[in-house]
């Protein structure tokens, strides 16, 4: 039926009311997609408007970029390499903005399901680091203009939330960082959404690929360690699943600056400068890829996809070099949402 058909009757209009109101519902939701003659890598598409920008309230300690955008104390680091050795004091105000940060992503997690908006779960990360007495790290951060990253199938990172509704199927990973009493606290994971997600081999492929590989590189964090040295055994992994290495993004340093050295690549025959040392603190947070390693951007600035739209997945986690190994900050409780799963098993040959 074509948007301009008339009913010839009672009985037609009732036979055609799912259909017509289909037409019609689509035309009045006023959602749309901004870029409409960019050329996309995938099947996956903006749903603007976005909401507005969520508020925080001035009794919570900002990050200096809050209101400008501009993370100026990073910029001053750009280039240096030298990195900062937390003192005791320092450590344990990254243990306790890590301990709300998985708080946080936990309780988002548990939202995941088909029906709710990238928007909601935006909503929810908001309202539960305000509960915690905290800035959400990627508000206004270079003028990102939500409070979570969440990217979708094709998105390797900086995904940002819109009115683009789960379906069954979606793999979605959710990049949650806080400011709490001057430290950041930084990790994400990526989730099933639906029973599909779960029984689609090549989604599970790389989703579990990708939280071996982060297990496989925290595995070998101890003093001395070369920062160069993850994305050897990362990239070792993962082409033995199949899978590639995404290049252009890499972990990093964190502490009371949201990004700074060290920079740890996750890809093999890096250049990578500098070694590990106690008091260090800083995140793996490999992204892997069913095809190409190669991404490109939307027009928005901040989605990044494969150039080939298949799709990627990411987990990260921000650790504490000790004196003898590391400690995960960020590392999953025994009630956390999500975990590795099985490949699933073909039934009747399928």
């Known amino acids: 039926m074509g948007k301009e058909s008339f009913f010839c009757g ?10 017509h109101k289909a037409v019609h519902k689509s035309q009045n939701t006023g959602l749309f997609n901004p870029f409409p003659t960019f050329s996309f890598t995938g099947p996956l598409r903006p ?7 969520r508020q925080v ?12 955008g501009i993370p100026k104390s990073e910029q001053m680091f750009v280039g240096r390499n030298k990195i900062t050795i937390l003192d005791k004091k320092d450590q344990n105000a990254m243990r306790k903005v890590c301990k709300l940060a998985r708080e946080v992503l936990d309780i988002a997690a548990k939202e995941v399901k088909p029906g709710v908006t990238t928007d909601y779960i935006d909503e929810v990360v908001h309202k539960a680091c305000l509960e915690r007495n905290s800035y959400p790290s990627p508000l206004n951060y270079c003028h990102f203009p939500k409070s979570v990253c969440t990217s979708l199938n094709e998105v390797i990172c900086h995904g940002i939330p819109d009115a683009r509704v789960l379906v069954d199927g979606d793999i979605l990973n959710i990049d949650v960082t806080l400011y709490h009493e001057g430290f950041h606290g930084d990790l994400n994971e990526t989730y099933y959404v639906g029973d599909k997600a779960l029984a689609d081999p090549e989604s599970v492929r790389v989703v579990e690929t990708s939280r071996e590989c982060l297990d496989l590189a925290i595995g070998i ?7 160069r040295d993850p994305g050897t055994v990362i990239e070792k992994h993962a082409k033995n699943k199949g899978c590639s290495v995404i290049k252009t993004y890499c972990g990093h340093g964190i502490n ?3 990004h700074c050295a060290p920079n740890v690549p996750h890809y093999a025959k890096n250049k990578a400068v500098g070694t590990a040392r106690p008091g260090m603190c800083f995140t793996i947070e490999p992204m892997i890829s069913l095809g190409t390693h190669k991404d490109k951007t939307w027009p928005d600035n901040w989605t990044s996809t494969t150039q080939d739209g298949l799709r990627t997945a990411q987990f990260e986690h921000t650790l504490l070099v000790t004196e003898d190994g590391v400690e995960v900050l960020t590392a999953r409780q025994s ?3 999500g975990g590795p799963v099985s490949m699933p098993v073909a039934i009747n040959g399928e």
């Open 221 to 227: 964090v101890k003093p001395g360690m070369l920062f």
């Open 256 to 258: 009371s600056l949201f």
């Open 10 to 19: 009672q009985d037609c209009f009732k036979r055609s009311w799912s259909e």
């Open 47 to 53: 749903v603007y408007p976005l909401s507005p920008k």
């Open 57 to 68: 309230p001035a009794s919570i300690t900002y990050p200096e970029y809050a209101e400008t």
């Open 335 to 337: 009630d956390s949402p």
